[in-house]
């Protein structure tokens, strides 16, 4: 199907084309309102969502396998491979999907599934969700629930393959529930190549009474795909948000975030580090509002970029939306090339120019890598990070020195 | 726009339909090509003006109402606003003018006669749409310094306006532009040759005053290589009930090594608490640096309006051009602000500052829109942006939304905001020393103010800060 | 000169005055020592009337009137003054502005005349002078960026311009150096005039080697336990704070 199909049409239409039924008319509607990504979509106006959609993809059947016990959480095209003893997934009906959202995708996502993963997160677990992605032109999507238990301390890592998934698009996503007291800290790994799948992904994030959202992500590559997040915040909820992006190629990738404090004593830290090379075109659409109810909030928000090659194209839109006087809001965001000083005093030093920009380009993005707690994680985000790094540096070679 | 009317415009009947009572002071409501017409008849026009206003017309009737802003407000009824309005009798000199006038001016504080005598500053005030007095053009011409109502610029230097009006602002720019283009009564043309200073500071001061009467400067001020002037636009409004539109544009341009500063207080009718009555302010400002090494700064310092909508920008297209934006944004009562800038960088190693300060009292909403944007070419440009926005209270809102872009690996940005409240350490420092409360909020306000203020010539930072004290009287406790 | 009966005081929904007693006479130092958290703070914004502090009980009688019912500046313009533990920067604002704003008010209170710029900038330069203090310091903004000497006699050079009656200096040596201790206590020493009270909160005795108390009086547990001369500094210093019976049970 072409997903431009969808564009302006009425609740009825969409009913047909989707092949839904009346129950999800609310979905439909909210879809019909916010209208399908187009340039004149601010929250989409800088990523080209217009060549992905008009693209004609297979679907792949709905067909969910007998799952394995495995370490980790693997899901194939959206099918439930894997899980380990212990934590809970299952296919279900999602019945609080947040009838607020600002991303038209976000309904879309869930008007093309006819049930979602969820994963129950019990007691203080580690797990690790491994998405792959094995067929070309197709259209994968699928949407993810977690839960989480009051007063536990729960850690996903999430990774992705997708060799065989040239041409392809995926639109997936989590509802994620953080509940009262707990803490969820959810690691992205996400190194994407030209020549395999794009990528949208539209989460909502409900981080409930007193309890701690972790939520960083690690995208690197040379592919484009861009991540839609809301997250709300309950009466003394906390979220941090990291987003370290080190992006070549053609690619354009980011975030467009909201973070909504709705009630007294929250906080939000969101810090995005953003390294483009060659062509890329890096996004940071990141509004934190805080409601009229939400007295004594602190929100920092931040956005560091540095722009590598001639050709790369860096948009920074930090946002406050505040509607009380008690609270403590800042954002500030810079970019702009590598210090030359830094790099003049490396390189009198005797240090190569390869690897003096490398030991600033990581020195920029330590700040977030070096913020995991766990080892085995951090070194394994090194380990992409490094060979991101080594992947565009290759390609630079080939240029004329000038442009390096 | 019935159907009929709009195949009259495109099949140009309208030249020959039209016909108007020029002897009316006053346009009735509405907005047709007849409107139009009897506008640029009762200003002399020529015919090139004319079609250009037609023109515009004919593309605004194509155009929607934006709705991007962080504002709301009933729908404007276009067609329920007079377009002209011409005081009776248009003076020739100073002492013709309507002694109620003069009285009118002196209460906001601009006395035409002490002013000419005591400030060196030469004024051309704009009084309902149609100018009334230009004083100091003598001296101006002295230096070939042009001076004037844009009317009169239209008859007398029509080669000049032909040539830049529209050409920082296009016609079609936006639909609050496009109806000035097509509507615009009166306002102001400086021209200031190569190589002159302006020896003294320009002024206007703008004034709304009879009912429901949409009030549609047009401003454009160029200046020649090697050129320096300073303008300044004061604005007040007495208070009225019904909403006023109000939808200025103003176009400056500088040469080689030109710089123009251009300041505005704008205290217009705000409205009430309740957010009836005052302004609608939907302004579009913008400066083009054109020849290298040119500059221009804008400062505004914006208490009034209802509701204000507006972005001063600069296109920074000559090499090593600069662009300063400084501004204050106080809203109160139940006014909405959406203001900010746009920086367009072009040329090479072209720099802006941007230093915008907000103050929100009991409802009001106040929003820093801004966009900074590095183009390809613009080797080495820089931006550095500061915006804070200070609270006071628990039912007004502080809304900061920048947008950066950057496409040029030489280029950098650098933009940071705060949002806080007066501290009460603060507040309890000066208090403790003495000075009553009202005294302290005043105080850490104009301390937080001060940069913006210190870019405003001297005699109007005084005006700006007690008019700032006036506008927050009464809104803190 | 000031008279604190039975005061008691809560920050927040904790009682940290519980009943405090202390006379101030006339022309005399007292100093008030104590170990942290006993309520040195609090008694200094009690007396000021700091928006934290919530009085539950007793009386502060001042010049024969109760101060708990007057605001923070009409205290200062009655000649409290207090020296903070650590000066709130206030960006944009003039030092030289704000000082003149604060002594116009009490000037104008007084019934006095307001002074002029003119006026006001000789009366600093002499102040100035004394402190060992730059001239820039008036026109930076207040205490923004100054260090923890140029704020603390900032503090000194408004108490010797305001002329106050009741001078509490809260923790005034506190990260000062030993020539900026000596400054500000020359300008301390030279405000007494057999007529003015000084409230010296102290954590260390150190600051009482150049400013010399009449009395001591500690506080502990959000009550004055134990008021003597000036002799008593040594017993503290030898056996510290854990000494001290209170002596009114």
């Known amino acids: 199907m072409k997903l431009t199909a969808l564009q302006d049409k009425n609740v009825d239409e969409l009913r047909m084309l989707l092949g839904v039924d009346a129950k999800k008319d609310l979905l439909l509607k909210k879809l019909s309102e916010l209208g399908m990504p187009e340039i004149k979509n601010e929250i989409y106006r800088y990523f080209d969502t217009q060549s992905l959609l008009e693209k004609q993809y297979d679907r792949i059947r709905f067909v969910p396998k007998k799952i394995e016990e495995s370490d980790k ?5 959206g099918i439930i491979k894997t899980a380990p003893k212990g934590i809970r997934v299952y296919y279900g009906e999602y019945k609080e999907v947040d009838t607020a959202h600002f991303d038209p995708l976000y309904y879309l996502g869930h008007l093309l599934v006819s049930s979602v993963i969820i994963i129950e997160l019990d007691g203080d677990v580690e797990t690790e969700i491994l998405h792959r992605f094995t067929q070309p032109d197709t259209l994968i999507a699928y949407r993810l629930v977690i ?13 992705f393959e997708g060799a065989h998934a040239e041409g392809s698009l995926v639109l997936y996503g989590y509802d994620m529930h953080i509940a009262k007291d707990s803490s969820l800290r959810f690691l ?107 007295k004594y909030t602190k929100a920092y928000q931040n956005s560091k970029s540095i722009l590598l090659a001639e050709n790369t194209y860096m948009i920074a839109k930090p946002q406050l939306e505040i509607y009380v006087d008690e609270l403590e809001a800042s954002h500030g965001a810079t970019m702009g090339q590598l210090d030359k000083r830094q790099l003049f005093y490396l390189q009198s030093r005797g240090i190569s120019q390869t690897d003096a920009r490398k030991m600033l380009v990581m020195a920029f993005a330590n700040t977030l890598i070096e913020k995991i707690k766990d080892a085995r994680h951090q070194e394994r985000i090194k380990t992409s990070f490094e060979a991101a790094f080594h992947a565009s540096n290759k390609a630079e070679e080939h240029l004329p020195t000038l442009l390096r | 726009m019935p159907q009929k009317e709009i195949d009259k415009a495109v099949a140009g009947e309208y030249r020959i339909g039209f016909q108007v009572d020029i002897e009316a002071d006053t346009v009735p409501p509405g907005l047709d090509e007849n409107t139009i017409c009897f506008i640029s008849a009762k200003k002399n026009e020529p015919e090139w003006m004319r079609d250009l206003r037609l023109k515009a017309f004919s593309k605004w009737k194509t155009m929607a109402e934006p709705h991007w802003g962080h504002v709301s407000y009933p729908p404007i009824g276009y067609q329920a606003i007079s377009y002209f309005s011409a005081p009776k009798n248009p003076p020739q000199s100073l002492d013709e003018v309507d002694p109620k006038i003069l009285e009118a001016y002196e209460k906001l504080g601009i006395p035409l006669e002490e002013q000419k005598q005591l400030q060196g500053i030469a004024v051309d005030a704009v009084f309902d749409s149609v100018s009334v007095k230009t004083t100091y ?27 830049y009006m529209h050409s920082v602002v296009p016609m079609n720019d936006n639909f609050f532009a496009t109806l000035n283009s097509a509507v615009f009564t009166d306002g102001t043309f400086v021209y200031i040759p190569k190589g002159v200073r302006c020896p003294m500071e320009l002024s206007t001061y703008f004034r709304i005053n009879a009912l429901n009467t949409g009030q ?27 909403n006023q539109l109000h939808a200025a544009v103003v176009e400056l341009i500088a040469m080689k090594n ?12 705000p409205g009430d608490e309740t957010g009836k009555g005052g302004i609608y302010n939907f302004v579009t400002k913008r400066g083009l640096c054109l020849g290298d090494n040119s500059k221009i700064s804008w400062t505004q310092v914006e208490t009034g309006s209802a509701i204000t909508w507006k972005y001063p920008g600069c296109i920074l297209k000559g090499d090593n051009s600069v662009g300063e934006f ?131 010539p001297m005699e109007y930072a005084v005006e700006a800060k007690a008019l700032l004290n006036l506008t927050l009287e009464g809104s803190v406790g | 000169m000031m008279k604190i009966e039975n005061l008691k005081a809560n920050i927040g929904s904790k009682e940290i005055l519980k009943g405090l007693n202390l006379v101030l006479e006339e022309g005399k130092v007292h100093a008030i020592m104590g170990p942290n958290g006993a309520g040195k703070s609090t008694l200094s914004k009690a007396v000021t009337g700091h928006y934290e502090i919530e009085i539950t009980g007793g009386d502060i009688v001042y010049k024969n009137r109760s101060l708990l019912e007057m605001s923070p500046e009409e205290r200062a313009l009655e000649g409290i003054f207090l020296s903070f533990q650590n000066p709130v920067e206030i960006p944009g604002v003039n030092n030289a502005y704000f000082l003149r704003t604060a002594l116009n008010a009490k000037r104008k209170h007084e019934g006095k005349k307001e002074l002029n710029a003119a006026e006001f900038l000789r009366l600093m330069k002499e102040h100035l002078e004394s402190l060992g203090m730059k001239s820039d310091m008036i026109s930076r903004s207040l205490n923004e960026g100054f260090s923890g000497g140029e704020k603390k006699r900032n503090e000194i050079l408004q108490m010797l311009v305001l002329e106050p009656d009741v001078i509490i200096l809260d923790e005034i040596d506190s990260g ?37 108390p009449d009395y001591i009086h500690v506080l502990k547990e959000g009550k004055i336990v134990k008021t003597a001369g000036p002799e008593l500094v040594a017993q503290l210093e030898a056996e510290g704070y854990e000494s001290i019976e209170d002596e009114n049970q």
């Open chain 1, 147 to 159: 839960k989480n238990q009051a007063n536990r301390h729960a850690t996903v890592y999430e990774t």
């Open chain 3, 176 to 212: 000062l150096d030993i020539d900026a201790l000596r400054a500000v206590s020359e300008g301390i020493n030279k405000m007494k005039n057999g007529k003015r009270s000084f409230l010296v909160i102290t954590h260390y005795s150190r600051i009482l080697d150049y400013i010399k």
């Open chain 2, 216 to 242: 549609f400067e047009r401003t454009l001020i160029v200046a020649d290589e090697d050129s320096y002037v300073s303008y300044n636009e004061g604005c007040s409004a007495p208070t009225r009930d019904e």
């Open chain 1, 73 to 77: 959480i693997e899901i194939v095209d």
């Open chain 2, 137 to 163: 053009t003598e001296e101006l011409n002295k230096h070939g310094i042009i001076f004037c109502s844009i009317s009169e610029a239209i008859q007398k230097h029509p080669e000049l306006i032909k040539k």
């Open chain 1, 188 to 294: 992205k790994n996400q190194t994407m190549h030209n020549r395999e799948y794009s990528m949208i992904a539209s989460h909502k994030i409900s981080v409930q009474k007193q309890a701690n959202m972790v939520y960083k992500s690690f995208d690197f590559g040379d592919a484009s795909a861009l991540t839609l997040l809301k997250a709300e915040l309950d009466r003394f909820a906390h979220i941090e948000a990291g987003h370290l992006l080190y992006i070549a190629g053609h690619a354009k990738r980011g975030i467009v975030s909201q973070i909504i404090h709705k009630d007294e004593h929250t906080t939000s830290h969101q810090e995005a580090k953003n390294i483009l090379d060659d062509n890329a075109r890096g996004i940071f659409d990141a509004l934190v509002k805080v409601e009229p109810s939400a």
């Open chain 2, 326 to 456: 400084y501004s204050v944004a106080v809203t109160t009562l139940a006014q909405q602000a959406d203001t900010g800038t746009k920086m367009i960088h072009l040329g090479k190693n072209t720099s802006s500052t941007i230093v915008s300060k907000g103050i929100s009292a009991m409802k009001g909403q106040n929003t820093y829109r801004g966009l900074v944007k590095i183009g390809a070419h613009a080797q080495g440009a820089r931006n550095f942006s500061q915006c804070d926005s200070l609270l006071i209270g628990s039912e007004c809102g502080a809304h900061t939304f920048p947008t950066l872009e950057c496409k040029d690996s030489k280029g950098y940005i650098e933009h940071e905001a705060t949002t806080s409240k007066i501290s009460d350490e603060q507040l309890f420092y000066l208090r403790q020393r003495g000075i009553s409360e009202e005294d302290a909020v005043s105080m850490i306000v104009h301390g937080f103010c001060k940069e913006v203020f210190s870019q405003l």
């Open chain 2, 258 to 269: 030109a710089h123009i500063k251009y300041s505005t207080i704008q205290n217009w009718y």
